[in-house]
DNA sequence: TTGAAAGCGCTAACAC
DNA sequence: GTGTTAGCGCTTTCAA
């Protein structure tokens, strides 16, 4: 940044013979300047080069039209398509977005989240990461009444908003899908139980098999990282198991696909002999063979919803922390990879 | 942000009864200060809940340790991941992303590049939309000596370094490729031209076919947006060719599926038919059958590589308009849909 | 080693 | 409709 001379709004005042409080009402529109000196102001302003210095104003105002966003990471499909949507939504408001990653990791979670602080952003949109169990370090947001939002990983934390899926919905819909497919034995590989999203989607597993009077067998409960490894991992202790299972249903696509391909190489037949599930509906999931059956959700919907529910609060339309949890629909895409019947 | 009485250097100055520029001195570990009184103003400052204004540091130190990042869109898996390359390196050093997207319009970038003008960051990173071709709007940046990289999608432009694969290189390597494999009739799919990635790939592929004595036919060359319908049209005007093309060269992953799976509608063969080379090395590329061949270059690598040249040259380690283009390396990644040969 | 004081550029309460 | 004035909280020169 240059610092020889930036043209400010004493020096329009001067150049006009106006007081810098006329000016920097001439500036922003206020009512009470008519609207000839306005004219004159935002001419001369032009003509100036003069551009506003965000920094006195925010030291003034307190305020930073600034939206934090802490993200486990930011390159996945899922999280970038939540963060554009954001993004769009900030933007159209004028308020600018502040990321961070935190590596799925809780230690870099806490000093991304001091920084937020530090940064004084207005308002912190957070998806947890893989690891993080104690919400403490969010204390000192909601202590000085920054407004909070969990998306997806969310976690259970006072006066803190949260934008979900229902997960409870869509674990049951995917096995029920495969029950109704003639699944009987339904292995689930999941991830860290801990997390809202993976808790809630077991439940949905395990009500769909009682409502098919299918007892819950916790030997094809499989729980991992969900890396590609870990489905790979995951498809050779399926392979073990006896009786061999019937259908998978995987919590995240990847794994899943990772999973498939390594039952394929074993002849065994998806779907007929094992029909499989996936989450997320990933853009790889329909172009691999057979095309994988998933839950879809929007992220970048997600993400608008997330915005602007920041915003509306910040603007004093609502109270976040009243409207306490939004859940956003699924849908299950169903492919090859699960149907049995036509 | 809450408004009543943030703790200011002053409280603690008056808690200690030492001036507020002793507390400021000894908050930085400023050297003319016992080392005594830091450890008191520390502790106090600790015991007060004290957090320093950013907004006054920056009025004072006319800096915001703030990057501005411009990209054409957030949820690709290249952006994300330079995004993340850039992110890390930041935030190792201290330093903030102030993240917008052009959507691909020149009009939205414009507006981008005001904001983050406005926000006054340190420094800026973008990839250009992909229809910019006034570069203009950077003018105001320049001028004020605000460092500026161009990375992916670079212009020709004063004063800017660039960050950039070696397209031409990488073009070269993938028609050769295609040679070796036998082929012929090398059609190439490619986006805008005044793009320097697809100018510089296209020249490659010219280079690549002089080498082998083959003349250059502009029926082959197929110029779209790249999008997967995109892909599919390419493919039909494939087809109608006379004679058929027995090698294509798309400058992009998704839409070289898009095109090899319309090809395969038409029980054309692949490789043995027509050999597909694509560019990217999206994940999609390993996953699809047969395997798509493609050039692999690190978005992390080099979003890595932006953010620690901007912070160098801001840190005043060496002047970025000096190493004016650094070019990093890109490799083929030889699968089944180019292999006609073990 | 510490303190006093000026000022970064802007806003808003209050006065006219 | 416009001007005066007092800071917002921090850094930094200069002086002690």
């Known amino acids: 940044m240059k610092d020889n001379k930036e043209v400010t709004i004493y020096?329009?005042?001067?150049?006009?013979?106006?007081?810098?409080?006329?000016?920097?009402?001439?500036?922003?529109?206020?009512?009470?300047?008519?609207?000839?000196?306005?004219?004159?102001?935002?001419?001369?302003a032009q003509k100036m080069g003069y551009r506003s210095n965000?920094?006195?104003?925010?030291?003034?105002?307190k305020k930073t039209n600034t939206i934090g966003v802490i993200v486990p990471k930011l390159n996945s499909h899922f999280m970038s398509s939540a963060i554009a949507g954001m993004e769009k939504i900030a933007n159209e408001n004028g308020y600018?977005?502040?990321?961070?990653?935190?590596?799925e990791t809780e230690q870099k979670e806490k000093t991304n989240v001091e920084t937020m602080f530090e940064n004084r952003v207005d308002g912190l949109a957070v998806s947890l990461a893989y690891d993080t169990n104690?919400?403490?370090?969010?204390d000192p947001i909601i202590e000085n009444d920054i407004p909070l939002i969990f998306f997806d990983r969310v976690g259970y934390y006072k006066s803190a908003a949260n934008v979900i899926i229902d997960n409870f919905q869509a674990g049951y819909q995917a096995v029920t899908h495969l029950l109704e497919q003639g699944c009987k034995r339904i292995?689930?590989?999941?991830?860290?139980?801990?997390?809202?999203?993976?808790?809630?989607?077991?439940?949905?597993?395990?009500?769909?098999?009682?409502?098919?009077d299918i007892s819950f067998n916790p030997e094809y409960l499989i729980q991992n990282d969900l890396s590609d490894e870990a489905g790979?991992?995951?498809?050779?202790?399926?392979?073990?198991?006896?009786p061999l299972p019937d259908g998978i249903f995987v919590t995240s696509d990847s794994p899943a696909i990772?999973?498939?391909?390594?039952?394929?190489?074993?002849?065994?037949?998806?779907?007929?002999?094992?029909?499989?599930?996936?989450?997320?509906n990933d853009p790889i999931a329909s172009y691999i063979e057979p095309k994988l059956?998933?839950?879809?959700?929007?992220?970048?919907?997600?993400?608008?919803?997330v915005a602007r529910n920041l915003i509306n609060h910040l603007k004093g339309d609502y109270n976040i922390s009243v409207t306490n949890t939004i859940i956003l629909g699924t849908e299950l895409v169903i492919r090859a990879s699960s149907q049995r019947k036509p």
Chains 1, 2 share one sequence.
């Not at 059956?293 to 608008?304: A, F, R």
């Open 134 to 138: 104690d919400l403490s370090h969010f």
């Open 293 to 305: 059956t998933t839950i879809n959700y929007h992220g970048t919907e997600m993400g608008k919803v």
């Open 54 to 61: 965000i920094f006195a104003k925010n030291l003034r105002r």
């Open 232 to 242: 790979v991992e995951a498809a050779k202790t399926i392979l073990d198991m006896k």
């Open 11 to 44: 020096d329009i005042a001067e150049a006009l013979e106006v007081s810098p409080s006329t000016v920097s009402r001439g500036l922003k529109g206020h009512q009470s300047i008519s609207s000839d000196t306005k004219k004159k102001v935002k001419a001369q």
């Open 258 to 280: 990772a999973c498939m391909n390594t039952l394929k190489k074993q002849k065994i037949n998806i779907p007929a002999d094992i029909a499989i599930v996936g989450f997320n």
């Open 96 to 103: 600018n977005l502040l990321i961070s990653q935190s590596l």
């Open 187 to 212: 292995a689930h590989i999941t991830g860290n139980l801990s997390r809202n999203v993976y808790e809630d989607r077991l439940k949905g597993y395990k009500k769909a098999l009682s409502d098919y």
